[in-house]
């Protein structure tokens, strides 16, 4: 089906033309917004007036003078200075809505013009390290801007860069080989969160030997070596541990209600063959340098505490590749091979300096230009209530399986409480609990802007009022339950009737679903799409609190606030699926 024209878009349309009659030669923007004071206002005409040296109210006017009025703009008036204060037909709200709720698959919303491929890099565990708080956010935004893009038309290649290659896994497997009984477990008989937990022990136990024992560090690192000759004994421990941890990952990205799949997971070790062609053509073409053994990128604005510059070391001067190798082979990669017009790194902003060296490596190379860019989009940190970094009580990092765990305990708790009056079997509250904890935990990074830190408070995220996902949850829920009331009665839009002003405001911001889709998926910031849908609730709750729906004064009415409440549903359902949270029919 063709995309909906937005209220906005088609107001926008008239007023251009008006102005271009009452000011032939200008070409303004009218800067159209919502307002308090009416269904829209027009701020440009002070812009144009100032450019034309002319009065800015009487101007106005005279825009006013040829703008048609009529189903679409029922009334504008001149406003303060020269404001345009606009008001919509009711009949257009209607027709509009009725347009957008025929298109069952996107109601309305645009592809663009022109998508381009996105490489998206996102949820970047380590093998035979337990995924912990620190592993949430990188996931959760990640997997919500793929879901965002694809819908807006973008091609997303997803990207899961894991740590999977050097100098710690010769430790992890020097170490294995001579204490053979440290990992005794049999994988049949063990759950994925077990085998894991028991690879992160030696991991933890290996890295305090690799510490303390020089002889066994350079035992370790002559391992590495044979690791990255593809000795066979050495390879096979390391595939042993990629696939063990890989079968953890999976089972934690289904609990986050997630799909990873196991092509996108292309780690450190998919780059490896890559490494010494892109030190050679970064040496030959001088954008790196030999600086006491070690290829070096050095920047005039990157200064140490001493003044000294800090140099991106992508090759070390015992042979080793740093990271920066890596990652620069892995732009290489998702430029020249996966054809990305952009590249986005969901990483925390801690390693902001690194990603800016990078790239600014990578344009000087000129695998970055003007038509290939790489973005950071770098998060914040999770904290506790107190305000510090979350932590266990012991003041060790909260392991994410356990976090998640919680939030479904305590949120399968909340939906028992109501369980009894909706009448929901032991099966549905279990299903409902975990779509309620899971999206609570979803909800609450993803309403947060993702440069900005937040505290991360179960009971607030799994309550029934206030920026919730539950809050959103239960309003689609109530609608569900109106629906299955309804009788013989059926939605229908009637553009025909009046509305009320709490219909007329419903409506309008269900029209605002396709704009506030493709800009959260444009600037990459899905917090955007969560704060329209919580307001879509917001203005329902005002919509059932003075329009009754099924008790409405005629059939006419009772089939067109079905309609509005039914299309509400349906946006709040595809909303919150591109944030990737469930919606339960009852809770």
Avoid at 171 to 192: R, W
Avoid at 298 to 320: A, E
Avoid at 361 to 380: E, S
Avoid at 513 to 524: D, H, K, N, P
Wanted: negative net charge; glycine residues 6%; contains cysteine.
């Amino acid at each position: 089906m063709a995309s909906v024209t937005s209220l906005s878009d088609s107001v926008q349309q008239q007023l251009i033309s008006a102005i271009s009659a009452a000011l032939p030669e200008a070409s303004a923007d009218p800067l159209l917004r919502r307002s308090d004071r009416a269904d829209f206002q027009a701020n440009g005409i002070l812009a144009l007036a100032k450019k034309a040296k002319a009065n800015p109210r009487e101007l106005a006017t005279q825009v006013v003078s040829h703008v048609v009025t009529g189903d679409l703009i029922k009334e504008v008036e001149v406003s303060g200075p020269g404001f345009l204060n606009i008001t919509i037909g009711d009949s257009a709200i209607t027709e509009t809505l009725a347009a957008r709720y025929a298109d069952t698959d996107r109601l309305g919303v645009p592809h663009p013009e022109r998508a381009g491929t996105t490489v998206i890099d996102y949820a970047q565990p380590n093998v035979a390290k337990e995924m912990h708080v620190g592993h949430l956010r990188s996931a959760v935004i990640g997997d919500a801007l793929v879901q965002l893009m694809e819908f807006a038309g973008e091609t997303v290649v997803r990207r899961h860069h894991i740590g999977d290659w050097g100098t710690q896994f010769g430790m992890l497997i020097q170490y294995l080989d001579e204490h053979p009984h440290e990992l005794d477990h049999k994988a049949a008989e063990v759950s994925g969160e077990e085998a894991m937990s028991n690879l992160d022990r030696l991991y933890k136990a290996a890295r305090k030997f690799f510490d303390s024992d020089e002889e066994f560090k350079t035992r370790a690192r002559r391992r590495v070596v044979d690791l990255q000759a593809g000795e066979p004994h050495t390879l096979a421990m390391w595939q042993k541990f990629v696939d063990e941890s890989k079968i953890y990952f999976f089972s934690v990205f289904e609990k986050l209600d997630m799909e990873v799949r196991d092509p996108d997971i292309v780690g450190e070790s998919g780059y490896n063959d890559m490494l010494d062609e892109t030190c050679r053509l970064l040496e030959e073409s001088g954008v790196a340098v030999r600086s006491e053994g070690a290829l070096c990128v050095f920047f005039d604005d990157v200064k140490g505490p001493d003044g000294k510059p800090v140099p991106l070391i992508v090759k070390k001067s015992d042979g080793g590749y740093g990271y920066a190798a890596t990652d620069l082979s892995a732009i290489r990669d998702r430029v020249f091979n996966l054809k990305a017009d952009t590249l986005l790194y969901v990483v925390d902003a801690r390693q902001a300096l690194h990603f800016r060296m990078v790239f600014e490596t990578a344009r000087r190379a000129g695998w970055l230009n003007d038509d290939v860019t790489a973005v950071q989009l770098a998060f914040g940190t999770i904290l506790g209530k107190d305000g510090k970094p979350f932590k266990t009580r012991a003041g060790e990092t909260v392991k994410l399986v356990d976090l998640l765990d919680e939030a479904v305990e305590r949120a399968t708790a909340v939906v028992g409480e109501k369980a009894e009056k909706v009448g929901l079997s032991e099966r549905e509250i279990e299903e409902n609990g975990r779509y309620v904890g899971i999206g609570a935990v979803k909800y609450a990074d993803l309403s947060t802007s993702a440069v900005r830190d937040y505290k991360f408070d179960l009971d607030q995220m799994v309550s029934l009022s206030g920026d919730t996902s539950v809050y959103l949850q239960y309003a689609y829920a109530r609608i569900q339950s109106i629906l299955r009331k309804a009788g013989e009665a059926r939605p229908a839009a009637h553009p025909e009737l009046a509305l009320a002003p709490a219909e007329r405001a419903l409506g309008l911001h269900l029209d605002r679903f396709g704009e506030t889709v493709l800009e959260a998926a444009s600037a990459y910031e899905p917090h955007k799409l969560a704060a329209y849908l919580y307001q879509l609730a917001t203005f329902l709750t005002t919509f059932y609190d003075q329009c009754p729906v099924l008790k409405a004064q005629t059939p006419e009415q009772v089939e067109n606030r079905l309609f509005l409440v039914d299309l509400t549903a349906r946006t709040l359902h595809r909303g919150m699926a591109l944030l990737g949270i469930r919606t339960p029919e009852r809770l």
